[in-house]
């Protein structure tokens, strides 16, 4: 079975600060990771996804997501916030389970971007 | 396309009562999962259905859920009876797997309907 757990339920940041949201995942097969944002009143929207290959994957909007396969993390990141990025993100992982296919989210980060 | 919708985007229901609510998946999609999104629990998978056949159902909180499949592009999911601790946001979410069951397809969400039981 797999799982995600996103550290921090809530990130604050400036505006044109760092972002950086984290993501670490157990999975017993070679996992498929995605990054999905849910603004208020909406569903959720893929941001990214890591299927194979380059480990560092760019995303919609600016954001990006390093794959560390030793660190089993997929943390997302992006250079300079802006307040239209307050949202919540959720980090997910496809994977195998007792033969067939689910898709696991993690609780959610909500980010908060101060002027 | 316009994606997957559904229906009604808010609900308000009395105890007791029985609840329907529904989703039309992205043309050619094949996999449906129903989340549940509250304050406490977050993101919660319901139910999983591929080719219309539920794969996992373990997510289903108890016997007053039930979800089906009647044709490949619609679901429902219904409450009987509701109560009001049923009062959540429901999602449902459809994507396209392959035969060879490759998993680097994204699910694509619906807007939500948001449930609330009085």
């Known amino acids: 079975a797999q799982s995600v757990t996103q550290l921090g339920s809530h990130v604050s940041v400036s505006e044109g600060a760092l972002v950086l949201l984290r993501c670490n995942y157990s999975s017993s097969v070679p996992p498929y990771l995605f990054w999905y944002v849910q603004y208020p009143n909406q569903g959720l929207q893929l941001l990214l996804k890591?299927?194979?290959?380059?480990?560092l994957v760019k995303g919609i909007n600016g954001f990006e997501a390093e794959f560390k396969k030793s660190e089993t993390s997929f943390h997302l990141t992006k250079p300079s916030a802006h307040m239209s990025d307050a949202a919540e993100y959720f980090c997910?992982?496809?994977?195998?389970?007792?033969?067939?296919?689910?898709?696991?989210f993690g609780k959610g980060t909500m980010l908060l971007v101060s002027p | 396309d316009a994606g997957v919708i559904q229906s009604p985007r808010h609900e308000v229901t009395e105890m007791g009562q029985e609840v329907t609510l529904r989703c039309k998946l992205i043309s050619g999609h094949n996999s449906l999962f129903w989340y549940r999104q509250t304050m406490m629990r977050g993101l919660e998978l319901l139910i999983y259905?591929?080719?219309?056949?539920?794969?996992?159902d373990s997510g289903m909180p108890e016997d007053r859920f039930s979800a089906k499949m009647p044709n490949a592009s619609f679901s429902t999911l219904k409450i009987q009876p509701s109560e009001p601790r049923d009062s959540a946001v429901y999602f449902c979410?459809?994507?396209?797997?392959?035969?060879?069951?490759?998993?680097?397809?994204?699910?694509?969400f619906g807007q939500g309907t948001r449930l609330t039981v009085v």
């Open positions: 997910a992982v496809r994977g195998m389970n007792s033969g067939y296919s689910t898709l696991t």
């Open positions: 890591y299927t194979t290959g380059a480990t």
């Open positions: 979410a459809s994507s396209f797997t392959p035969p060879t069951a490759t998993l680097n397809t994204e699910a694509f």
């Open positions: 259905f591929n080719n219309n056949v539920p794969i996992d």
